[in-house]
């Protein structure tokens, strides 16, 4: 089957594509011709998810291509800041996008904060036909100062539950086992029948 992938994202690249099986074929942005940003302009996870696969859709709709289009939105909810960053994690500490000045934002809106939980969360979108949602969330915590080198965003700060080491100390195969995005594909992986 060939998917195209609606995000622009390396890392979440990397992260799916290892998550996918070789059956799925993924096809890039860039290989379909669309270089633009998409959008995000949604009050939830799921709307914006949309938005990118439908803008996708569209496109690839204009250009006769009947591929199936998958696409990813996240957000961390820290339960101390009454769910936020949330829908907007991306660009939590302003335009333009820069994951470093995010993290450092959430150190110090939780300084002195001992009331640390917090849950990740991804909603796939995938439209093949009809539109459907996978959804994954991780529990864990927030680091008191980031820690680790792998991964992206803000992975040098979640503590998943049950671990002592940031997403960002662990490996990626160690987070592909247990992530909000493993968990969400998993799910869609499970619809699809693998
Ligand atoms: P979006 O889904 O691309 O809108 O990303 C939302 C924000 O969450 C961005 O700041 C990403 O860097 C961050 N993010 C998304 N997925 C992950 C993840 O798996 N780990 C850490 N940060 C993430």
Redesign the pocket.
């Known amino acids: 089957m060939k998917i195209v992938l609606a ?1 622009a ?1 390396k ?2 690249i990397i ?1 799916l594509k290892k998550l996918l099986p070789s059956s799925v074929q993924l096809i890039s942005l860039a290989e379909v011709g669309i270089t633009e940003e998409i959008p ?1 302009t949604g009050s939830t ?1 799921e709307e ?2 949309f938005l990118k696969a439908n803008y996708v859709l569209k496109k690839l709709n204009e250009q006769k291509l009947n591929y199936a289009v998958l696409s ?5 909810e820290v339960k101390a800041l009454n769910g936020k ?1 949330g ?1 907007n ?4 500490a302003g335009l333009p ?1 820069n ?1 470093h000045l ?1 993290n450092i934002k959430l150190l110090t809106d939780l300084k002195k904060c001992t009331k640390r939980q917090a849950t ?1 969360k ?1 909603v796939l979108c995938f439209i093949n036909q009809k539109t459907e949602y996978f959804e994954g969330i991780v529990n864990g915590t927030i680091a008191y100062e980031p820690k680790g080198i792998n ?5 040098p700060l ?1 503590i998943p539950q049950g671990y002592r080491s940031t ?2 100390e662990l490996s990626l195969e160690t ?1 592909n086992s247990l ?3 493993a968990i969400a594909v998993a799910k869609f992986l499970k619809r699809l029948g693998n």
Request: proline share 3%; net charge negative.
């Open positions: 995000t994202n890392n979440k992260e995000e996870l914006n998810a990813d939105d996240s957000g961390l960053p829908v994690s991306a660009i939590y996008k994951d995010n990740f991804t991964g992206f965003g803000y992975d979640f997403f960002a987070k992530s909000h995005r």
